[in-house]
């Protein structure tokens, strides 16, 4: 438990300035005998990413609250003001359903806005912008007015916030037809992830983690590169397993990873799969790796009531893979309590590696 | 009228072609006879839902067309039968789409509600939303460059909205091309504009951004005033703000019994303008 609670803590650094992208080696022209990976924060990853559509279409802007002059609340989007000016990267007022109606208006004339809410809560002032007027008009108009918008920002708990800045909207967004919904969990999510969602002609709302954004993660040279994609709509298998499936999206992939690391040791080998994607969903390779394992559970930071995780129960019960389930679905999610601000509260608020660990062993018998 | 932060406000004559008439009357007609009948169909079920007819109006439209380009940009809410017909669609269209078959705008999937044309972005059911919509639309027409405006309606009800306040904020600071037009015909819904609005002056609502308020049951006085605007937003300065005076015929839509007494009517004012000019006859 000790060796678990320590890792997590490794793993998870919370604070703007952490973690800057510390480069091991060039990054092109020079090659070792090994591919060249290097180590990238989830901050520099949305940055280059950023960086690279800004640069390869024209029509790509980002706007939203301290986007420009301040280098971003979060510092994602450091440097790119001063490297792309004002038409391109716009500091908002603090105004959410002006400044998203005017992104969602300027995607329908032509233009492809990523609109940036400080963090989700936010949003919830300007969701009518973000559902009724980005989600639904394509449907609405046959397929005549599309809207290619992203809305992205930091989603779900942070670190002793309180209530109001601590919600996940997953299942918020992702309950509703005409919007794509993707959460990454890795520097590599994150990248791939934000640059598809710019090209895809949907709007798309990517759901971020700030305490996943100071973390570094080994990126791959293909990942590094200026046309590497995540493919919406598509899960990864973190981890090969055969006696428990372990389906989660965001800071919570982590936690699986931990978990599963723990109980390999007694011999338990878990599957994780990380969602990367909430709407549509890959059912499928949810699916298959039930049909493998007989076992699943579900881990999420949001609320239980109506959320990702009972999306997941029901959809497996509807299809093939119900019957190769040996016990029922479970479900970890954060508690049914608006999120507390002490620490120990909070931290007993949300699913951690050791319940996620409790939750297996409960479910496999053992 | 005109707010103060106008030094000099729309010409007070204006020139009328007998082509322009006669296609003003036209049009206006048959926006006339299309909501009329929208309303017979309507009654008889053959319509379903909401359904909120434009007549009385229709000098606001026609005249808002006449002074812009078909390149620029027109963004309204709900009550926008007429504004999908002067933008492009044609009756047979506009109908099919209430009626619900595919031969509709939206092939039925829109309704009253959700009729889109080139460069018109319907049609928005949520009472205020549109005016972001619009705003947004005026940055890609000044980012793109190519000297395109915006024209953003909404209504008297609609000007309460706290999120078109946020609007007229950004528009004013980043010097967007966009006209805010508040079509004024008295009533948001079943509230008369006394109730609802501390300042019944909805063109000076705005504050800094410079407004007038005009007869929008004049055709003329409506076109011209557009131009004035227009104008003002191409050449750079940033937006403005027309409050247009109208009246609405029906209820707020179908489900409202309401009866509204006017004692004017645009479309014949504009037939007997033409006619006492001498137009009619070639």
């Known amino acids: 438990m000790a060796a678990a609670a320590g890792a997590l803590r490794r793993l998870v650094r919370c604070g703007p300035q952490q973690g800057l992208g510390r480069l091991l080696q060039p990054r092109s022209g020079i090659h070792g005998s090994a591919p060249a990976a290097v180590q990238v924060t989830v901050r520099d990853a949305l940055n280059q990413a950023l960086d690279e559509e800004l640069e390869r279409d024209e029509k790509v802007f980002l706007l939203g609250e301290e986007v420009a002059q301040y280098d971003g609340a979060y510092k994602i989007s450091r440097g790119l003001w001063k490297k792309y000016g004002d038409k ?4 908002t007022p603090i105004s959410e359903m002006g400044f998203t109606g005017i992104a969602v208006g300027a995607a329908m004339a032509g233009l492809r806005p990523i609109c940036e809410f400080m963090t989700f809560n936010f949003s919830m002032q300007a969701i009518d912008q973000v559902i009724n007027s980005a989600g639904k008009t394509l449907y609405m108009s046959a397929g005549m007015v599309p809207v290619p918008v992203v809305f992205r920002g930091p989603n779900g708990a942070s670190a002793g916030v309180g209530a109001q800045h601590s919600q996940c909207f997953a299942a918020w967004y992702g309950h509703c037809p005409g919007l794509k919904v993707v959460s990454p969990w890795s520097s590599e999510d994150a990248k791939g992830l934000l640059k598809a969602s710019v090209r895809d002609d949907n709007p798309v709302v990517m759901l971020e983690n700030e305490l996943m954004y100071g973390v570094p993660f080994e990126m791959s040279e293909e990942a590094q590169s200026k046309d590497f994609l995540v493919p919406i709509g598509k899960a990864k298998i973190e981890r090969q397993g055969t006696h428990v499936t372990l389906v989660s999206h965001s800071r919570s992939v982590g936690h699986c990873l931990e978990a599963a690391a723990v109980l390999v040791k007694e011999g338990v080998e878990c599957e994780v799969v990380n969602l990367r994607t909430i709407r549509p969903m890959d059912v499928e390779s949810i699916e298959a790796s039930v049909v493998k394992t007989n076992h699943l559970i579900t881990v999420e930071g949001g609320w239980p009531q109506f959320g990702v995780g009972a999306e997941i129960c029901a959809r497996i019960m509807e299809g093939p893979a119900f019957n190769y389930l040996d016990a029922p679905a479970v479900r970890l999610t954060g508690a049914d ?5 002490a620490k120990v509260l909070e931290e007993n608020c949300l699913p951690q590696v050791k319940d996620i660990i409790f939750a297996v062993k409960k479910t496999l018998n053992i | 009228m005109r707010s103060p ?4 406000g729309p010409p007070v004559t204006a020139v009328l072609t007998r082509e322009e008439g006669l296609h003003y009357y036209r049009t206006m007609q048959t926006i006339r006879r299309m909501e009329l009948k929208s309303d017979q169909l309507y009654k008889q079920k ?20 006449a002074a812009i380009k078909p390149t620029d940009h027109l963004i309204t809410a709900y009550r926008a039968h007429g504004y999908a017909y002067t933008r492009g669609t044609s009756v047979r269209e506009i109908l099919a789409e209430l009626t619900g078959r595919k031969g509709g705008c939206a092939k039925g999937k829109g309704g009253s509600m ?35 405006i915006c024209l953003t309606l909404y209504g008297d009800g609609a000007a309460n909205q706290g999120q078109i306040f946020e609007t007229y904020n950004m528009a004013a600071l980043w010097k967007l091309p966009c006209i805010f037009i508040c079509e004024n015909n008295r009533y948001g819904m079943g509230t008369s504009v006394e109730r609802a609005a501390a300042s019944t002056d909805y063109y000076k609502r705005g504050d800094y951004i410079p407004g007038i308020r005009v007869d929008g049951m004049d055709i003329l006085c409506v076109r011209e005033a557009t131009k004035f605007a227009a104008e003002h937003c191409r050449s750079g300065k940033g937006p403005m703000l027309m409050e247009l005076q109208t009246y609405r015929y029906h209820g707020h839509s179908m489900s409202d019994p309401g009866i509204r007494y ?19 006859s070639g």
């Open chain 1, 88 to 91: 391109r990267i716009i500091d």
């Open chain 1, 337 to 341: 309590v608006p999120m507390p601000y």
């Open chain 2, 5 to 8: 932060s106008l030094e000099e």
């Open chain 2, 46 to 65: 053959i319509i379903r839902g909401f359904c909120h007819l434009y007549d009385g109006q229709e000098a606001c439209c026609v005249g808002l067309e």
């Open chain 2, 114 to 148: 959700h009729m889109y044309a080139q460069n018109f972005y319907g049609g928005n059911g949520i009472v205020g939303a549109q005016v972001p919509l619009g705003a947004g639309i005026a940055l890609a027409c000044k980012y793109f460059g190519k000297d395109e």
């Open chain 2, 262 to 280: 006017s004692k004017k009517d645009c479309v014949n004012l504009l037939y007997w303008l033409i006619y006492i000019q001498g137009l009619l």
